[in-house]
């Protein structure tokens, strides 16, 4: 079966897509067959972004208008790519408020479907939250099917993730910290979109006091399922960086220094020794080589397509899963009353 997995991160880097083809007996023998970052303009960045400000109904029209986009973004490489059974769109996170029972993926199934006249699987995480769970993360059970053999799998996007088996053989999985939703923001003030190849932070000192009052965040000694949105970064982590006169090379640096201790010791604790990563962090030099030095693990990075496009890959698994009605969510990782198949089908 040929699926194509949608997804956006937070730190909006672009709509990743990849198509793969999924064997219907044994899905750990997929293939990526193409994959593709879509970078947004200027226009949908500052819409994405500024989302979770607006009212109720600007925020269904975004999201409908956001279907659109999707959707003529998958007809524009159907020529190219060949035949797509089935789309599992993850969409983009506007609120992620679990506690609240709050979350919200924008970009419509209908719209896409319409547009491409191919079934769409779509709102995957409601249905967690309505079950008690954190609705997130959803990708440690494709870590599960796709790469049980690491010890762990680690994402470095927006936020930080880590997914793996306890003793007992159970999934667990939970948000760590922020990483690029905040370091990408930290390079803009040095007019740069992103820390290349942790450069910056590499060559700068960090500050011990700021570095202190990040890792004494109440959020670290809470006890797993635990997950992040961008409201904890807004409310609470961008107040201290605000309330700082450090310039911002050395917000980078202690920063950068900060997510990968937070990271390296949730690793060490877990006593993983072989850990994939992926997500744009893992060209993240500086904090690469900060993970190493705190986990002592092997952090192994694949290869580029694997790095970029892996979310996306494992989002056309659980599309996958949810057409046969398999599960897709596991209550180990979010919390929820029960394992379950989740996801809104179009067709």
Same mark, same amino acid.
């Given at each position: 079966?040929?699926?194509?997995?949608?997804?956006?991160?937070?730190?909006?880097?672009?709509?990743?897509m990849?198509?793969?083809?999924?064997?219907?007996?044994? #899905?750990?023998?997929?293939?990526?067959?193409?994959?593709?970052?879509?970078e947004?303009?200027e226009?949908?960045?500052?819409?994405?972004?500024k989302?979770?400000?607006?009212?109720?109904?600007?925020?269904?029209?975004?999201?409908?208008?956001?279907?659109?986009?999707?959707?003529?973004?998958?007809?524009?490489?159907?020529?190219?790519?060949?035949?797509?059974?089935?789309?599992?769109?993850?969409g983009?996170?506007?609120?992620?408020?679990?506690?609240?029972?709050?979350?919200?993926q924008?970009?419509?199934?209908?719209?896409?479907?319409?547009?491409?006249?191919?079934?769409?699987?779509?709102?995957?995480?409601?249905?967690?939250?309505?079950?008690?769970?954190?609705?997130? #993360?959803?990708?440690?059970?494709?870590?599960?099917?796709?790469?049980?053999?690491?010890?762990?799998?680690?994402?470095?996007?927006?936020?930080?993730?880590?997914?793996?088996?306890d003793?007992?053989?159970?999934?667990?999985?939970?948000?760590?910290?922020?990483?690029?939703?905040?370091?990408?923001?930290?390079?803009?003030?040095?007019? /740069?979109?992103?820390?290349?190849?942790g450069?910056?932070a590499?060559?700068?000192?960090?500050?011990?006091?700021?570095?202190?009052?990040?890792?004494?965040?109440?959020?670290?000694?809470?006890? #797993?399922?635990?997950?992040?949105?961008?409201?904890?970064?807004?409310?609470?982590?961008?107040?201290?960086? /605000?309330?700082?006169?450090?310039?911002?090379?050395?917000?980078?640096a202690?920063?950068?220094?900060?997510?990968?201790?937070?990271?390296?010791?949730?690793?060490?604790?877990?006593?993983?020794?072989?850990?994939?990563?992926?997500?744009?962090?893992?060209?993240? /030099?500086?904090?690469?080589?900060?993970?190493?030095?705190?986990?002592?693990?092997?952090?192994?990075? #694949?290869d580029d397509?694997?790095?970029?496009?892996?979310?996306?890959?494992?989002?056309?698994?659980?599309?996958?899963?949810?057409?046969?009605?398999?599960?897709?969510?596991?209550?180990?990782?979010?919390?929820?009353r029960?394992?379950?198949?989740s996801?809104?089908?179009?067709?």
């Open positions: 079966m040929r699926v194509l997995g949608l997804m956006s991160g937070t730190s909006l880097d672009g709509l990743d990849a198509l793969v083809d999924l064997p219907n007996g044994e #899905p750990s023998a997929f293939r990526i067959l193409h994959a593709q970052t879509i947004y303009s226009d949908w960045r500052s819409k994405l972004e989302a979770f400000s607006l009212p109720d109904d600007q925020i269904r029209e975004l999201s409908k208008d956001y279907g659109v986009f999707l959707g003529e973004q998958v007809r524009k490489i159907l020529r190219d790519w060949g035949p797509i059974d089935l789309i599992a769109s993850h983009h996170t506007i609120f992620h408020q679990p506690a609240k029972g709050i979350t919200l924008i970009g419509n199934g209908p719209e896409i479907h319409q547009i491409t006249e191919i079934p769409v699987v779509c709102d995957f995480r409601k249905q967690d939250v309505e079950l008690g769970g954190q609705g997130a #993360p959803l990708v440690p059970i494709g870590d599960q099917i796709l790469f049980g053999q690491f010890d762990g799998c680690l994402n470095l996007g927006g936020f930080s993730n880590i997914s793996f088996c003793e007992t053989g159970q999934r667990l999985a939970f948000d760590i910290t922020a990483v690029n939703i905040v370091l990408n923001e930290l390079a803009g003030r040095l007019g /740069q979109p992103y820390d290349k190849d450069q910056i590499g060559s700068h000192p960090i500050d011990p006091d700021l570095l202190n009052e990040l890792d004494s965040l109440a959020f670290y000694h809470l006890p #797993p399922p635990r997950s992040l949105g961008k409201e904890w970064v807004e409310e609470v982590v961008m107040p201290i960086l /605000q309330a700082t006169a450090l310039p911002p090379e050395t917000l980078l202690t920063f950068t220094e900060h997510a990968a201790g937070q990271i390296g010791g949730e690793i060490r604790m877990a006593g993983l020794k072989k850990v994939l990563v992926t997500g744009g962090g893992a060209y993240n /030099q500086t904090l690469m080589k900060g993970i190493e030095d705190h986990s002592h693990a092997e952090i192994i990075r #694949p397509t694997l790095i970029q496009f892996k979310e996306a890959l494992i989002f056309a698994l659980l599309g996958w899963l949810r057409w046969h009605d398999r599960t897709n969510v596991l209550s180990s990782v979010t919390g929820a029960k394992d379950h198949s996801g809104i089908i179009w067709k």
